[in-house]
């Protein structure tokens, strides 16, 4: 895979093999359902508005109407999958691709056809949802953050689509829980996933998504701690069971391991930060950050944790790590 910098800045990169990626299998099976689908209606419509013996003029005139419907209708269920083959084909600007390697770590550990997906998730994340600054102001950099938050936890699903939100706020600082930015409250939240008149929105406080990416020694990072929130409510409940990503017959055994794991919390035999203590639910999006950000270290100290978190999540950012820093040493 090779990439290169045009004269306007942007970096350009060949297209992704679409034989190897299961994004396009998927992006493939939506196409073949749709004209399955089409093709159906088509046929149910032409069936019911002919009359019983048809003459060959009157199969023709209802053709001449059903045939252009059914494009219409194949066109508006592929939109999507037109729509972000365009993103994906436009130029990715160099200095996002700069701002990723600066600021986010685990984008640093991907090797060149990783990071070219995750460049086009991103992109795609950063045109299909609003990211807007409430009484600040936000830059390219909180942006690729929020993004770059968003696609960590998902990276090992290709073509996930955060169907459960569409708009991302950005506070000055942390919060209250009536969402006013109050630095003196002590119960100062610095992210939220919304529920009710605030469903399909998160708040992120500005500071702590910026040291989330910054300070990568402290296993805190907001950004990622509420997108994994998000991820354990696609089945509709915040609870530390993704069901998404857990088979049935793994919950148990994962609660068991997270009870377990809270335990040595309490007791004070864990690593891991206390605030992990509140819930289940806390403690699997704890758990997430130390992962993602210090995927050796939780390997050493909680390594049946680590085997399964790498098969929720559906990565092993520990090799990368390792694959990475050989990389390096090699150059
Ligand atoms: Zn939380």
Redesign the pocket.
Known sequence: MTNSTNSRGNLQYNSTNPQSDDRFRLERLTRQLAGVLTGVVGFLALAVSLPVHPTMLEVGFHLALIVPAGFGLYYFLTRRLRRRAVIRQAPFPAHWHDILEKEVSFYRTLNAEEQQRFREEAHIFLKEKRITGINTSIDDTVRLLVAASAIIPIFGFPGWEWEQISEILIYPHSFTEDYQTNQESEKSILGMVGSGAMNRMMILSKPELLQGFRHTQDGHNVGI??FV?LLDKSDGVVDGVPEIALPARAIAPWLELVRTEMERMRQGHSDMNPYGLTNE??FF?VAAEYFFEHPDKMQRQHPQLYAMLRKIFRQDPQSRLTRALADMIKL
């Open positions: 701690h509420e929130h639910g806390e999006a």
